[in-house]
C-alpha cells in the first residue's frame, strides 16, 4: 500500500512539476550556447528584465510597509470598531479572487487617459497607465494580501501581552514595535516578502493589460516571453524563461527556508 | 509631553496613510468596476450578457475549472497523505516542490506546458496516436489549470491530517474496525474540510487563469477561449464595456466563493 | 504612592465590568482585590495601569490626576499572569527593558539589574532566555523587571495563577517580604481566598463590577457587610429557616431570615464534650469526607443541614450516629438587614453566683 502511494506521488511530482522545468532549460539551448545567450542579451530582453527587476523592488518594499501595518491594525488597533475589522479583513483577501486580467482591467478604468483621474494627470505629465506607475500599482493590488497574511495569525498567537507590560515599562510604540513585536514576526515578514517577489516576477495578466506591452518601454519579462512565443521565437522565449524560472527556483529555496525559520519560532 | 504629543501625530500618520492606500489600492477598483459595468446603457448590458462568445467562454471556463479541481482534490488528497504519513528519501524534497507553482510565473508555466506537449514532443505525438490532441485544444487548458492550481489542496490538507491525533485512530482499532473502515470513518472525515476549502480555492483560481492558459489554449472563440482570455480580447479591441461587464460576473462568482470558504472556516473555527 | 479612585465605571459592550467603584488606597499598602471571575477585578487593575480607558470616574495617584496618563508615564509597575517575559531577550535584557528605555546610563543599569537580580534570588541565571526557567523563576523576572524602574506603585493580575501549587506557598511569602522590604504600595488580583487572606494588609471584594466591602482579612472574616461577602469567604452552609435552630428561634426573628453558617462555628461532641448542654441540640451524622488534615463531618438536625470539619485527633464518629450540635453563631440576613447572631442560649441561664 505504501509503497504505491509513494510511487503514485512521485510520478505525479515528476510529471508535472520536474520534467516541464527541466524542458525549459533543454529548450533554452536548442540553438546552443549562443541562441540562448542571444536571447537573453538582445536589447528587449535586458530590458523586460530590468522592468521586472524595477516594479519587484518598489512592490516589495511598498507592501512590505503597508502590509504590516495593515496587519498591526487589524489585529491589535483599538481604534478600529470590532465590525469594521471583520469587514476589512475579508477585504484584504480580495485580490487573491481577481483574474489578473480584471486587476489591470480596474487600473485602466479607474486611471486610464480618459477618465477623472487620468485627465487629471495627463497634462502634469504624469502618465499611470501604459507606463510604470501604472505597472506598479496593478502588481502592488495582486500582491497586497501575501504579506498582511503571513503577519496577522503570528499577531494574534503571540498575543498583546508583551507589547503591554513593555508599555508599563515606558516604551512607546515605535521601541515596542521594534523592540518587542519585530522579533516575533520577523521570519513570518520575510516569508511573506519571499512570496510577494515571486508573485511580483511572475505576474502577467494585470501587467499585460495596464502597461500596453510596449516592447522596450513597458515590457516586463513575463510579457516578453508571452510576445516571443506569440512571434514563434521559442528560443528566445526559452532563454527568458529559463532565467525566470532559476529565480524561482531560487526563491522557492528561500521560501522553504524562511518557512522553516518561521516554523522554529513557534 | 512632547513625547506624547509626537507619538500622537506620528500614529495619526500612519493609520491614515495605510487606510488611505488601502482604500484607494483595493476598495476603490473594485467598486470602480462594479459601478463601470452598471453605468453603461441597459441595453449594452443586455447585448453583452446575451453575446454568445462570452457566455461560452464563461461556461467553457467553469467547466474546466471543475474538471480540474477535481483532478487536484484526488491528486492532492493523495499527495498530502504520502508527505504526512510517510517517511521516505526525497520527502522534505518533494514537500518543498509542492510549492513551485506558487513560485514560478505563469508564463512560464504555460511554456512549459507547451514545450511538452506540443505536437512534435513526444507526450503530444503520443496522444495523437491516440486520437486526440492536446495542446491548442481543452486538454491543454486542464494541464495548465492543474498545475497552476496544483499546491492548493495539498496544502490546505496537510496541516489537518498533522493535527489528528493518533490517538484517534487506535481507539478505533481497539474497538475492531479495520483500517479501511478506520480510513474512511475516522481519518477521512477529519481532512474533508481541508478537501473542500482547498478545491474551492483552487476552483477560483483557476477560474482566474490567464497567463498559463493564453499560452497553451489557442483561444479559438466559442472553443477553447476561456473568460479571462475574452476579457482580454475585449479590451485590446476596445470594448471595455463588454469586458467590464464579463469581469463583472467572473467577480461575484469569485467572490462568492471566498465568501464561502472564510464563512465556513469561520464556522469551524467557532465550533 | 497614594491611590484614589472615584466613582470608576466600565462597559465592555453590553456588559457592565465596573459600576461605581471608589476607594482609596495609603502609602505602603498591600492591597488584595479579590473576587469570583469576571467580577470585574482585572479591569478595575487594568485601568489603573493605563491600560483601559475608564468611561467615567477619576484615578488619581498621589492627589494628581491620570486619567489622561498613558501606561509609559505612571510610572507603575505590572505583573502579568501569564509572565509575559520578552521571549527574545535574556533574563538580564528582561529585567534592563525598562531602564534602557528610560536611558539610564550603563554602570547604573549593571548595578541595578544585579541588585533585583540578588533580590529575586535569580544570579546565575543572567544569560538565560525564558523557556530555559520554570514557572516560578519566570515570574520572579516578571517581578524583577516590573521593579527594575523603581514604580511608585506595583500591580499585579494573579501573579500565581499560572504556578504549581507547590511553589505558589513559596512565592506568596517570598512576595510579601519583598513588598514589606522595599515599602511600595501594592495592588494584586486573586480568585485565591487563601492568597488574599495570607498576603494582603487588607483585601476588597469586588464583585459584578461593585466593592463588596474593603477591610483586613479579619475584619472581613468577622463581620461579613454583604451576604455575598459572607458567603464568599470560608466555607459556609446556607440555611433557608434560621428558627429552626436552637438558640435562634423565638419571636423577633421575621420569618423568612436566611442565615449562613461557617464550619468553624458548628461543633459537634458527645454529650460530655459540652459543658453548657442546653443550648445543644441533636443531630444525626450523615456523611463524612477524609480532607488530608482533617474530616469533613455533615451533620443533620431535624431538616436543616449544616456543615462542619472535625480534627483527626478526636474521636471519629459514623454516618448514622446521633451527636450533638452547639451551633456557635450564624450569619443572618433578610431582604433589608444584615447581622450576626450569636447563640442566646450559650449564655448559662441560670447564673450561679457563689
Same mark, same amino acid.
Given at each position: ?18 520534467? &516541464? ?17 542571444? !536571447? ?54 480580495? &485580490? ?115 502597461? !500596453? ?54 | ?85 510517510? $517517511? ?134 466559442? $472553443? ?43 464556522? $469551524?473555527?467557532?465550533? | ?87 527574545? @531577550? ?87 517580604? @519583598? ?170 441561664? @441560670?447564673?450561679?453566683?457563689?
Amino acid at each position: 500500500m505504501r509503497r504505491l502511494w509513494i510511487g503514485l506521488t512521485t510520478l505525479v511530482f515528476a510529471l508535472l512539476l520536474v520534467t &516541464p522545468l527541466a524542458r525549459i532549460a533543454i529548450g533554452a539551448w536548442d540553438d546552443g550556447w549562443s541562441g540562448f545567450w542571444d !536571447g537573453l542579451t538582445r536589447p528587449e530582453a535586458r530590458h523586460a528584465l530590468w522592468m521586472t527587476f524595477l516594479v519587484v523592488v518598489v512592490v516589495t518594499a511598498v507592501n512590505a510597509l503597508f502590509g504590516v501595518m495593515m496587519a498591526m491594525y487589524l489585529v491589535r488597533a483599538g481604534w478600529l470598531g470590532k465590525r469594521l475589522k471583520q469587514l476589512l479583513n475579508s477585504i484584504v483577501d480580495l &485580490p487573491f479572487a481577481v483574474s489578473p486580467v480584471i486587476g489591470g482591467l480596474m487600473i485602466v478604468l479607474l486611471l486610464g487617459p480618459d477618465t477623472v483621474i487620468g485627465s487629471l494627470l495627463d497634462p502634469l505629465g504624469v502618465k499611470v497607465v501604459y507606463a510604470f506607475p501604472g505597472m506598479v500599482i496593478a502588481t502592488l493590488f495582486v500582491t497586497f494580501p501575501l504579506i498582511v497574511r503571513e503577519v496577522m495569525p503570528v499577531l494574534q498567537e503571540i498575543g498583546s501581552q508583551q507589547e503591554e507590560a513593555a508599555a508599563t515599562l515606558g516604551a512607546y510604540a515605535w521601541t515596542t514595535f521594534w523592540r518587542v513585536t519585530w522579533p516575533s514576526i520577523r521570519w513570518s515578514v520575510i516569508y511573506g516578502v519571499v512570496l510577494t517577489v515571486a508573485r511580483a516576477i511572475g505576474e502577467f495578466g494585470a501587467v499585460l493589460v495596464v502597461s !500596453g506591452n510596449i516592447m522596450g518601454k513597458t515590457q516586463t519579462a513575463t510579457n516578453l516571453v508571452y510576445q516571443d512565443v506569440e512571434n514563434f521565437n521559442l528560443t528566445a522565449a526559452n532563454a527568458v524563461a529559463l532565467v525566470l524560472a532559476a529565480s524561482s527556483i531560487l526563491l522557492l529555496l528561500f521560501m522553504e527556508w524562511a518557512k522553516s525559520r518561521k516554523e522554529r519560532q513557534a | 509631553m512632547t513625547h506624547v504629543l509626537q507619538s500622537r501625530w506620528w500614529s495619526w500618520g500612519f493609520r491614515s496613510a495605510v487606510m488611505l492606500y488601502f482604500l484607494v489600492l483595493i476598495v476603490l477598483p473594485i467598486a470602480g468596476v462594479y459601478g463601470q459595468s452598471l453605468s453603461g446603457s441597459w441595453a449594452g448590458l443586455r447585448d453583452t450578457l446575451t453575446e454568445p462568445l462570452a457566455w461560452k467562454a464563461v461556461v467553457l471556463t467553469i467547466k474546466l475549472a471543475l474538471i480540474a479541481t477535481a483532478i487536484n482534490a484526488l491528486l492532492g488528497t493523495m499527495a498530502a497523505w504520502t508527505l504526512v504519513r510517510y $517517511r521516505f528519501p526525497g520527502r522534505s524534497l518533494l514537500n518543498s516542490l509542492v510549492d513551485l507553482p506558487f513560485a514560478l510565473p505563469t508564463a512560464v508555466a504555460g511554456l512549459m506546458i507547451l514545450l511538452l506537449l506540443g505536437p512534435r514532443s513526444p507526450v503530444g505525438q503520443w496522444a495523437e496516436s491516440l486520437g486526440f490532441t492536446i495542446l491548442f485544444h481543452q486538454p491543454a487548458i486542464v494541464v495548465a489549470m492543474v498545475f497552476v492550481t496544483f499546491p492548493f489542496v495539498i496544502r490546505a490538507v496537510q496541516p489537518l491530517l498533522e493535527e489528528l491525533d493518533r490517538a484517534e485512530e487506535e481507539a478505533s482499532y481497539t474497538l475492531g474496525a479495520s483500517r479501511a473502515k478506520t480510513f474512511f470513518r475516522v481519518i477521512l472525515p477529519s481532512m474533508v474540510p481541508g478537501i473542500a476549502s482547498g478545491s474551492m480555492l483552487a476552483f477560483s483560481r483557476a477560474l482566474a487563469e490567464f497567463g498559463a492558459v493564453v499560452l497553451v489554449a489557442g483561444n479559438i472563440p466559442g $472553443r477553447t477561449m476561456v473568460a479571462s482570455v475574452y476579457i482580454y480580447g475585449e479590451i485590446e479591441s476596445g470594448n471595455p464595456a463588454g469586458a467590464t461587464i464579463v469581469s463583472v460576473l467572473l467577480l461575484t462568482l469569485s467572490f462568492a466563493i471566498l465568501w464561502t470558504v472564510n464563512h465556513v472556516q469561520m464556522r $469551524r473555527n467557532a465550533g | 504612592m497614594n491611590v484614589e479612585v472615584r466613582n470608576l465605571h466600565k462597559t465592555f459592550g453590553t456588559f457592565q465590568a465596573v459600576r461605581d467603584v471608589s476607594f482609596t488606597i495609603e502609602q505602603g499598602q498591600l492591597i488584595g482585590l479579590l473576587g469570583p471571575s469576571g467580577g470585574g477585578k482585572t479591569s478595575i487593575l487594568r485601568m489603573l495601569a493605563g491600560l483601559e480607558t475608564p468611561d467615567s470616574g477619576d484615578i488619581l495617584f498621589q492627589g494628581a490626576r491620570v486619567n489622561d496618563l498613558p501606561p509609559q508615564e505612571r510610572g507603575i509597575g505590572f505583573v502579568f499572569q501569564n509572565y509575559a517575559l520578552f521571549k527574545h @531577550m535574556t533574563v538580564e535584557g528582561n529585567i534592563a527593558f525598562g531602564l534602557e528605555v528610560k536611558k539610564w546610563p550603563k554602570a547604573r543599569m549593571k548595578e541595578r539589574v544585579a541588585e533585583l537580580l540578588e533580590l529575586t534570588g535569580l544570579k546565575g541565571f543572567e544569560k538565560r532566555y525564558p523557556h530555559q526557567l520554570s514557572g516560578g523563576q519566570r515570574q520572579r523576572v516578571a517581578f524583577a523587571r516590573a521593579l527594575a524602574p523603581e514604580p511608585r506603585l506595583l500591580l499585579l493580575d494573579e501573579p500565581f495563577a499560572a504556578i504549581d501549587a507547590k511553589i505558589r506557598q513559596e512565592l506568596r511569602n517570598w512576595l510579601r517580604e @519583598m513588598i514589606d522590604r522595599l515599602g511600595i504600595t501594592s495592588i494584586f488580583v486573586t480568585h485565591d481566598q487563601d492568597e488574599a487572606i495570607e498576603v494582603a494588609d487588607e483585601i476588597m471584594i469586588i464583585n459584578q463590577g461593585r466593592v463588596e466591602q474593603k477591610g483586613t482579612p479579619w475584619d472581613i472574616y468577622r463581620n461579613p457587610e454583604t451576604p455575598f461577602v459572607a458567603e464568599f469567604i470560608g466555607e459556609s452552609t446556607f440555611v433557608e429557616d434560621v428558627g429552626q435552630l436552637r438558640g435562634f428561634g423565638d419571636g423577633g426573628l421575621r420569618s423568612g431570615t436566611k442565615a449562613l453558617i461557617r464550619p468553624e462555628y458548628v461543633e459537634i461532641g458527645r454529650e460530655s464534650d459540652f459543658p453548657l448542654l442546653s443550648a445543644t441540640e441533636k443531630g444525626t451524622i450523615r456523611r463524612l469526607q477524609f480532607r488530608g488534615s482533617e474530616w469533613l463531618v455533615e451533620v443533620e438536625i431535624g431538616s436543616v443541614k449544616l456543615v462542619t470539619y472535625r480534627s483527626l485527633e478526636k474521636e471519629v464518629f459514623q454516618p448514622g450516629e446521633e451527636v450533638r450540635v452547639l451551633v456557635h453563631r450564624a450569619y443572618l440576613f433578610n431582604d433589608s438587614d444584615c447581622w450576626i447572631m450569636e447563640n442566646r442560649l450559650k449564655e448559662d441561664p @441560670m447564673p450561679v453566683f457563689i
